[in-house]
C-alpha cells in the first residue's frame, strides 16, 4: 500500500474502517479465522461424492484447530470453511466460485467434486488469482492450460486404471496365453475425468498389443448398460474397464449381476463412494474379485503431525460418520492439510506467497506424499488397484510393490 493511500485511510470514520475490514480486501481472514470456501455437489448426480468430499473437509477443519489451528507469525488461527452447492452442474460451479470471491471475500478455494465442476471453476480462480487446492479434479487437461493457481494433490486421471493391464497380462500369462490374446471391453461416461481414464487404459493397452472389442459411451443418465454388457457377453472379453463416477459403478455390479454377465476381469473407479462391498443393496458376493482404483487406502504407510497414519484417519473418519472413508474423503482431507501447510510455510496471508510455497511444496501427508508440478499435479503419488477378495480390498497392483496376489473370476 501507498504511503498516500495510507494517509486517506487514516482520515476515514472508525464506522467506515470497520466497514472496510469486512470487505474481500482482507483476504478472509476476520481475527483468528481463516476462511476456506469451496462449491460443493451436495444435490445432483455427484451428491454421493460431494458429500464424502464435505466430510473430508469438515473432518480436516476440526483435526487442524484441534491440534491449535495454523500457525502465522506466531498467532494461532483456526480454519472456517464456507460452502455453496453447486447442484452437480459446471455452470452452477462457476458461478458460485464467482460469488465466494467476490461477494463473500474469499482468497483461499478449495476445489469441487469431479472434474467437470473442476474445470469450470479453475478460470475463475485464475482470473482473480486465487490459490485452489484440489483433490477431485484428476483429469489431465486440467493440467495442460497453462494455470498457475491450480494444485491437485491427487494422480492424475489417466493413471487410474491403466494398471489393469498388467494385471491382464499377468492373467493371460496364467492362462498360458500371451498378452496380445487379452479382448478388451470399455465403458465409459463421456465426462472430462472418464475419457481421461479410457485414454490412459488405451495407451497401455497399446504397449502390451491387448485387442479392444467394445468402446462405448454410458448414457448421460447413468441407469442402463444393457446395450454394452449384451455385446460383452457376444464377444466374451477378458477384461472390462468401467468408469462413471458412483452411479456407474453401482450400475455396473447391479446388471453385471442381474443379467448374469461374467468376465474374468473387471475394473472400475469410485467402488468405495458406491459402496459395492454392501450385501443388502446388491447382494451377497455381487462385487467379488472386482478390481477397484484407489488414490488412497487405510494401509497405506503414509503419515503426517495432524492425522498420524493413513490407519489412524481411517479410524477418525469411520468414528465421527459410520463408515470407512472412500478415497473422496480422504483427498479432500488432504487439500485442506496442504492448504494450512502452506498458509503456514508462507508465514503470510498473501495470497501470492501462498502460491510460492505451494509451488515448492514437497511433503509427506497421511494421504501421500504431495510434490506438485509445474502444471499443479501431484507427482509423488502412485495409483493402487484393490481387488475385493472375501469383502475386503486387497492391494494387487502396482506388481512388485503390494503384498496381495490376483484373484480370478
Known amino acids: ?24 480486501a482482507d483476504a478472509r481472514v476476520d481475527g483468528d479465522v481463516i476462511t ?42 483456526k480454519i472456517k470453511l464456507k460452502f455453496y452447492d453447486d447442484e452437480s452442474n459446471p455452470a452452477r460451479g462457476a458461478q458460485l466460485a464467482e460469488r465466494l470471491i467476490k461477494q463473500d471475500g474469499i482468497k483461499y478455494m478449495l476445489g469441487p467434486y469431479s472434474s467437470g465442476l473442476t474445470k469450470a471453476i479453475a478460470p475463475v480462480t485464475e482470473k482473480h488469482k486465487i490459490p485452489m487446492v484440489e483433490g477431485n479434479g484428476a483429469s489431465r487437461s486440467l493440467f495442460n492450460k497453462g494455470y498457475k493457481y491450480l494444485f491437485a494433490v491427487l494422480t492424475t486421471a489417466d493413471n487410474y486404471l491403466s494398471e489393469a493391464i498388467p494385471l491382464a497380462a499377468q492373467y493371460a500369462k496364467m492362462k498360458g496365453k500371451k498378452a496380445s490374446d487379452i479382448k478388451i471391453a470399455l465403458a465409459f461416461e463421456n465426462d472430462p475425468f472418464s475419457q481421461d481414464v479410457r485414454l490412459g487404459v488405451i495407451a497401455k493397452a497399446k504397449e502390451f498389443g491387448m485387442k479392444i472389442v467394445i468402446d462405448d459411451k454410458l448414457p ?13 457377453r457376444a464377444l466374451k472379453p477378458d477384461l472390462l474397464v468401467v468408469s462413471g463416477h458412483s452411479k ?19 475394473a472400475m ?27 488412497w487406502a487405510e494401509t497405506m504407510t503414509y503419515k503426517d503431525p495432524v492425522f498420524g497414519s493413513a490407519g489412524n484417519y481411517s479410524k477418525e473418519f469411520n468414528a ?3 463408515y470407512v472413508p472412500p478415497y ?38 497421511f494421504y501421500g506424499k504431495v510434490k506438485f508440478a509445474k502444471e499443479g499435479n501431484n507427482i509423488a503419488k502412485p495409483m493402487v488397484l484393490r481387488q475385493i477378495q472375501g469383502n475386503k480390498y486387497v492391494p494387487v497392483a ?10 480370478i473370476n
Do not use: W
Open 1 to 24: 500500500m501507498s504511503f498516500h493511500r495510507k494517509l486517506s485511510y487514516m482520515a476515514l470514520s472508525t464506522a467506515a474502517v470497520a466497514l472496510l475490514a469486512a470487505t474481500p
Open 36 to 77: 476456506l470456501g469451496a462449491a460443493l455437489s451436495l444435490t445432483g448426480k455427484y451428491t454421493t461424492a460431494g458429500n464424502h468430499t464435505k466430510k473430508g473437509y469438515e473432518l480436516a477443519r476440526d483435526k487442524i484447530n484441534a491440534k491449535g489451528g495454523v500457525k502465522v507469525g506466531g498467532k494461532m488461527y
Open 220 to 232: 448421460p443418465e447413468l441407469n442402463d448398460m444393457a446395450s454394452t454388457l449384451n455385446k460383452v
Open 248 to 266: 456407474g459403478a453401482a450400475l455396473a455390479i447391479r446388471q453385471t449381476k442381474q443379467m448374469k454377465v461374467k468376465v474374468p476381469l473387471l
Open 269 to 295: 473407479t469410485h467402488c468405495e463412494s458406491a459402496k459395492i462391498t454392501d450385501a443388502k443393496k446388491y447382494g451377497k458376493g455381487a462385487a467379488e474379485g472386482t478390481l477397484c482404483a484407489t488414490q
Open 320 to 322: 465421527k460418520y459410520g
Open 328 to 365: 473422496q474423503a480422504a483427498e479432500s482431507s488432504a487439500a485442506v492439510y496442504v492448504y494450512a501447510r502452506a498458509i503456514e510455510l508462507a508465514n503470510s496471508f498473501d495470497g501470492e506467497k501462498i502460491r510460492a510455497a505451494l509451488v515448492s511444496f514437497n511433503e509427506e501427508t
Open 398 to 407: 502396482p506388481l512388485g510393490s503390494v503384498s496381495g496376489k490376483l484373484m
